[in-house]
């Protein structure tokens, strides 16, 4: 018996085909295809993206050599030696809704030096240098070079956006962070079938997440929640990306493009997940955030049965920048670097239950 219920729904998941955008012909109808799926759904397939099939399978092809390096070579380059939360983190080392996630994984981020001195925000010091596997030198050129094509196409993807939506060009860029996220995630084969691999949840760390599933078709696990409340399974389709609306960007839509509950099962077949997470620039404000776009999204109708609630730790936490709101919850998700570089405010974040 699980201990999640695995039972689905029948609920199909649009597919966004970037290439059909480039021909006036079809653009509109892409385009009303990308509106329901951002303001009905939550969740879509993108194919076509022009992201290379050689830099997708260069990752792909490196992650079960890179999940199968000695446990101390990966503890080498624990997330826990991170100031920035970028490393190593290993199965149960992650809580989602309560319980030990069943999964390993490797943090990335765009490459860049330590900016924080004294006088900064302390959320600057959420930027800075990867750790990389002396073991397997090819990981930093391999993720590097990926991380660039995503970057790349994330820009492309929030063009199609702002269009689907009537706004005007740029207008969803001028949230962006220079820094981007990347996890390289594994979950191990289990006997518990349709257990925690990770728990329900909305992705709060980014304005969208773009998720390549690297494990064949026939290994399952990705789960959505559905506007009616059953789960919907996301299967991979070769050549495509699952992409998803972050926390970040419902409150900048004033709850018109709602982020989505969603989970990953156990299975008897390990699974391999590599999500990428555009980056939400951190001295956001609530002001600027709900206040930015709110006369446009203002015209758009309530979404149903939920009015335009949000359901945003960012929104109705204690602090005022999307900086210091990520700085807690990555302190409250990984306890040992906050005693250990954030020791000023550690206290006051994790007996903080806004």
Not at 107 to 116: D, G, M, N
Not at 195 to 206: N, T
Not at 278 to 295: M, N, S, Y
């Amino acid at each position: 018996m699980s201990v999640l219920d695995p039972k689905p729904v029948a609920t199909e998941i649009p597919t966004i085909d970037m290439s059909l955008a480039e021909n006036p012909a079809h653009r509109p109808t892409v385009l009303q295809e990308l509106r329901h799926a951002l303001t009905d759904v939550g969740f879509l397939y993108l194919s076509n993206h022009e992201v290379p099939p050689t830099v997708i399978q260069a990752l792909v092809d490196s992650l079960p050599t890179l999940f199968s390096l000695p446990e101390g070579t990966k503890k080498d380059i624990a997330l826990e030696n991170s100031p920035h939360f970028l490393g190593y983190s290993a199965v149960g080392s992650e809580m989602t809704a309560g319980q030990a996630d069943a999964r390993e994984q490797f943090e990335f981020a765009t490459e860049l030096a330590p900016r924080w001195h004294p006088g900064l925000p302390l959320y600057e010091r959420l930027v800075g240098s990867n750790q990389w596997p002396h073991a397997y030198p090819e990981t930093r050129s391999v993720v590097g070079e990926y991380m660039r094509e995503m970057t790349a196409l994330g820009s492309r993807f929030l063009t199609l956006v702002e269009e689907a939506l009537s706004l005007p060009p740029q207008a969803l860029h001028a949230f962006l962070s220079e820094q981007h996220r990347l996890k390289l995630v594994h979950y191990p084969a289990s006997g518990e079938t349709g257990g925690q691999g990770v728990g329900p949840h909305k992705d709060s760390s980014g304005w969208w997440t773009f998720l390549l599933q690297a494990s064949p078709p026939e290994v399952r696990g990705l789960q959505v929640l559905s506007r009616s409340g059953g789960w919907v399974n996301v299967p991979a389709i070769p050549g495509t990306f699952v992409v998803n609306i972050g926390q970040a960007f419902e409150v900048v839509t004033n709850g018109v493009c709602p982020a989505t509950t969603h989970r990953v099962l156990s299975g008897p077949s390990q699974r391999y997940s590599v999500p990428f997470f555009q980056g939400v620039r951190r001295d956001l404000t609530k002001e600027e955030a709900i206040g930015a776009l709110r006369e446009h999204f203002s015209r758009y109708p309530v979404p149903s049965a939920r009015g335009r609630e949000i359901d945003s730790a960012f929104l109705h936490g204690k602090y005022d920048t999307w900086g210091e709101t990520q700085l807690r919850t990555k302190i409250r998700s990984h306890r040992i670097n906050g005693q250990k570089f954030y020791s000023e405010v550690f206290d006051k974040y994790i007996n903080d239950d806004s």
